[in-house]
Every structure is written in C-alpha cells, then in structure tokens.
C-alpha cells in the first residue's frame, strides 16, 4: 500500500511540544510521549480501523526482593521485555521496549512491568512511522518539535452523524455487490471515515450494513 499525500504530511510533520514529557532517567531528564498520545495519532493519522498491534514475545527478565521508598518496605522488583508488532495496511514495523514494576505485592509488581513493557514496545515500533509517534525526540536538538506542527479540523457530531446518514443512503442505493465492496474498501472511504472520527462501533455498524447490502443483492443476482 502507498500512503495518501495527507498521511505522508501528518507524518512529516513537526511534533507539538504539547505532547513531550520528561522524566528523570539515569541522573539526566529524558523526553518522551506518552503511550495514550501514540494510538490517538494512529487512530487520526491511519484511522481506527487500519492499523493492529501484536504482542510476539515478552517474558521476565528480573525479579528480585528490594527495600521500596524512605520507609524502606519490604517489597519487590520486576523487570519484563516485549516485542511488538504494528501493521498499518500491510506495512509492519517491530520494536522492543522494557517495563519496571516495584510494589509490595508481587503480583502488582509483574502487571505494572508487563503493561510498562508492552507500551514502551509499542511506542518503539510506531515511532519507525513518523515525527507525531516520537521519531523527533531522537534528534538531540528536536528540531522536528515545534508549534508548526498542523492542527487537523475535527468533525462536530453533527458532520459525523450526517457522514453516517450518507453513507446509508449510498449503501441502499447499491444495485451491484462487487462495486459495493470496492466502495468500502477504497482510499477515499477509508480516508473520510478517518476525517469524520468514525468511533469503532461506528465503523462496525457501516460495515454490517455493507454485508448485509451485498448478500441481498448476491441473492438477487443468483
């Protein structure tokens, strides 16, 4: 697959410094983006139902009992790593990240290093894709983070409920079921369903719509 000349911008363009955290990390401040702020530009970028993530390995590396905070607790230290997969329309890209858990209770500590491992792998393989997934932030002078950075319209509720009128009506007006799959798979469908902020129950109603068209008229057609 290609990617549309509006993706292929999103992706080039600069990183709002909104998003940048830091955090200290090793005696020195470190810059990142949160796991949250990655899917929400996948979902804007690729559209919500373009793109998968595919944990394909994570196991405990460490785990070790540790004093936890100045009251000195008794607790524990784990520490997972993760490979992920993200596949955006057939493109896949892999990364590996690493996840910490220390708490007084084992199994808290494991949860929090498996979800902190599958994040940060996620964010790793997303960031091979662009400047909004974090790829900036490996530049030690950012100077792909700015206030540059495009502001996408976002459709009311009023322009994504009529989207869904529309896409109804030209649904039923169907008479052929080839033509009515290619309609639903194209670019230009996939792309307005992404500029109007279809949610994925969204999506899924439009689609059963589709089949449901498609086997009528297969039945008429037979």
């Known amino acids: 697959m290609s990617f549309s000349d509006e993706q292929k911008q999103s992706l080039a363009a600069k990183l709002s410094p909104n998003a940048v955290k830091t955090r200290e990390q090793g005696g020195r401040k470190v810059s990142f983006v949160e796991g949250w702020h990655v899917i929400a530009e996948a979902n804007r970028i690729f559209g919500f139902d373009n793109w998968t993530r595919e944990t394909l390995d994570i196991k405990c590396v460490a785990e070790k009992e540790r004093e936890i905070g100045a009251s000195k607790?008794?607790?524990?230290?784990?520490?997972?790593?993760?490979?992920?997969?993200?596949?955006?329309?057939?493109?896949?890209?892999?990364?590996?990240?690493?996840?910490?858990?220390i708490d007084?209770?084992?199994?808290?500590?494991?949860?929090?290093?498996?979800?902190?491992?599958?994040?940060?792998?996620?964010?790793?393989?997303?960031?091979?894709?662009?400047?909004?997934?974090?790829?900036a932030l490996y530049d030690k002078q950012q100077t792909n983070v700015g206030d540059d950075a495009p502001i996408e319209k976002v459709a009311?509720?009023?322009?994504?409920?009529?989207?869904?009128?529309?896409?109804?009506?030209?649904?039923?007006?169907?008479?052929?079921?080839?033509?009515?799959?290619?309609?639903?798979?194209?670019?230009?469908?996939?792309?307005?369903?992404?500029?109007?902020?279809?949610?994925?129950?969204?999506?899924?109603?439009?689609?059963?719509?589709?089949?449901?068209k498609g086997k009528l008229l297969t039945k008429k057609a037979a």
């Open 104 to 135: 007084r209770d084992l199994g808290q500590a494991h949860e929090s290093a498996i979800k902190e491992a599958e994040t940060d792998s996620m964010k790793r393989a997303f960031m091979t894709f662009g400047n909004p997934f974090g790829l």
């Open 73 to 101: 607790h008794p607790g524990w230290g784990v520490t997972y790593v993760c490979k992920s997969r993200i596949i955006v329309d057939g493109v896949a890209r892999e990364g590996f990240g690493a996840g910490h858990g």
């Open 156 to 212: 009311t509720l009023v322009e994504r409920n009529e989207y869904m009128v529309d896409c109804r009506e030209t649904i039923a007006q169907f008479t052929d079921a080839e033509k009515l799959a290619a309609w639903w798979k194209s670019d230009a469908q996939k792309e307005a369903r992404r500029k109007f902020g279809l949610d994925q129950s969204q999506i899924d109603t439009l689609k059963v719509a589709v089949i449901d």
